[in-house]
């Protein structure tokens, strides 16, 4: 399970395309969420982290949002995503271990979580929650989804249950939503919590 932490371990699931998580579309929820936004919401500092192919990106992108970054930590994805969108400012793809972006040079008006928080090791946890809560303004927010299924394996993706997760996250955010996802890919329906969350003062 260690091997998650490796950028090499994810690096070489593109190379063999053993990329089962990639739905090779940005997510119903998270696209009807984007969609909602108002027009003064498209120059706010967005982070996609661990975006992999990271259709949310281009979808923001395509929407006219300007100041989206991409973090990931393997190269592959990210130069398939920068071939896609040869227009996307290069630097905001980031390719850096998510837990080492400094808070100091990096701070974002909410965050667009997607199949991420189930790739980190189950014991890094609450160093997700930590350090989200540093790279959000005050007042920012985390939204996304997270898998509300246990699949009881050894191996990603690591799931959980909406009681394991609002004692992670009060820690350092409120939670406004916290819900079943009503919109979700039909390969995740009934799987998915719909999140948002803001930073706690
Ligand atoms: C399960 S994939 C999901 C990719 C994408 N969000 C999607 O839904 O298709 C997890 C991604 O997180 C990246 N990742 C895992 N741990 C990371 C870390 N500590 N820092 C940056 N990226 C990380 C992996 O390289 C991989 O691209």
């Known amino acids: 399970m260690e091997n998650v932490n490796q950028a090499q371990f994810w690096q070489q699931r593109y190379e063999q395309d053993s990329i089962g998580w990639d739905m090779g579309q940005v997510s119903p929820p998270l696209k009807a969420y984007i969609d909602q936004l108002p027009e003064a919401a498209k120059n706010q500092a967005v982070l996609v982290p661990g975006a992999g192919n ?94 509300d299924k246990d699949f009881g394996r050894d191996e990603p993706p690591f799931g959980g249950t909406k009681d394991e997760y609002q004692q992670r996250f009060a820690t350092h955010f409120d939670i406004d939503i916290m819900e079943p996802s009503y919109n979700s890919h039909p390969a995740r329906q009934g799987s998915e919590l719909f999140i948002e969350m803001h930073v706690k003062d």
């Open 54 to 147: 990271a259709y949310e990106v281009g979808y923001l992108h395509e929407q006219g949002f300007t100041n989206v970054t991409l973090v990931d930590f393997a190269p592959a994805p990210i130069a398939a995503f920068a071939e896609r969108y040869p227009n996307f400012p290069a630097k905001h793809l980031i390719c850096a271990d998510f837990f080492e972006l400094s808070p100091e040079q990096y701070q974002f008006d909410w965050v667009l979580e997607q199949t991420f928080f189930c790739a980190i090791n189950p014991s890094r946890r609450d160093e997700y929650v930590q350090q989200m809560a540093s790279l959000v303004k005050p007042n920012g927010k985390l939204i996304g989804l997270l898998f």
